[in-house]
């Protein structure tokens, strides 16, 4: 088992001893129940991190650490963005969980056309919040120091232009009239960044399609079958870290 993830707002020790308390401190006391000599690593979920070894603790929310050094994970290589349609209910915080641990840099959401779900003033801000605390928590579960990005909700415009500065941009398509390539044979860059369009259960409408395509995305499509949009920018996601060598 490797060592549990805690986050941290700043690596400020006293020499070697660092105190984590709060939330964090309590979780890893009362609910972790961490005792002297076990591992544990500190991270601020933006690549900063430190493995350090429990000394003990004190009360109910104060973890004792020795904290040796403090080191920093390199930015992947190439980057993994993922613009996620809002699927209905709780599905896209699963799609951010399953993201996460496989390892996307980046979630974008994204208002389609076809969506059912709308963000709209505070229940928007309530969704966003719900799916960064979920990539926070999934970053922690799965071990990664570099927790991925959710960004402001996007407009159908707005993903365009991120497609048009993409090294490579795609966008998955359900519609197998249309002429789509199988992701699992795309040409991949070795740097810079792929971006990736799941549409919403309904698909992406010809309209933005034609908008992307415009912008330098081609359509792919998975396999033979089609995916909820929930599992599909996960089953994706596991494709290009795949082929792009993030997982040798």
């Known amino acids: 088992m490797t060592a549990p993830v805690f986050v941290v707002a700043d690596f400020a020790a006293d020499g070697d001893r660092y105190v ?34 429990v000394l003990g603790s004190e009360g109910k929310d104060r973890l004792i650490v020795r904290m040796p050094e403090v080191s920093e994970e390199p930015a992947p290589r190439p980057r993994i963005t993922v613009v996620q349609a809002l699927p209905k209910g709780d599905r896209g915080e ?4 399953t993201m996460t641990e496989v390892g996307v840099d980046a979630i974008v959401p994204w208002q389609a056309a076809r969506c059912i779900t ?24 799965s071990r990664r120091v570099r927790f991925p990005q959710v960004a402001e909700t996007a407009s159908t415009k707005q993903v365009a ?8 941009a795609g966008v998955l398509h359900s519609d ?6 199988p992701l699992a044979t795309a040409e991949l860059p070795a740097e810079g960044e792929i971006v990736l369009v799941v549409g919403p259960e309904g698909g992406v409408s010809r309209d933005e399609l034609a908008l992307f395509e415009e912008a330098g995305a081609k359509a792919y499509v998975l396999g033979p079958s089609v995916l909820r949009t929930s599992t599909a920018g996960t089953a994706a996601a596991a494709l290009l870290l795949g082929r ?3 997982w040798s």
């Open 20 to 53: 984590l308390d709060g939330p964090e401190g309590r979780h890893a006391v009362s609910v972790k129940r961490l005792e002297a000599g076990e591992e544990v690593v500190l991270t601020d979920g933006a690549g900063r991190y430190a493995v350090c070894e």
């Open 94 to 97: 699963l799609a951010v969980e």
């Open 118 to 141: 709308q963000w709209r003033g505070e229940r928007g801000l309530k969704a966003l919040g719900k799916w960064r605390a979920t990539a926070r928590e999934a970053g922690k579960q």
């Open 161 to 168: 232009a991120l497609l048009a500065g993409a090294d490579f």
């Open 176 to 181: 197998f009239e249309h002429t789509s390539a």
């Open 244 to 246: 792009t060598g993030r």
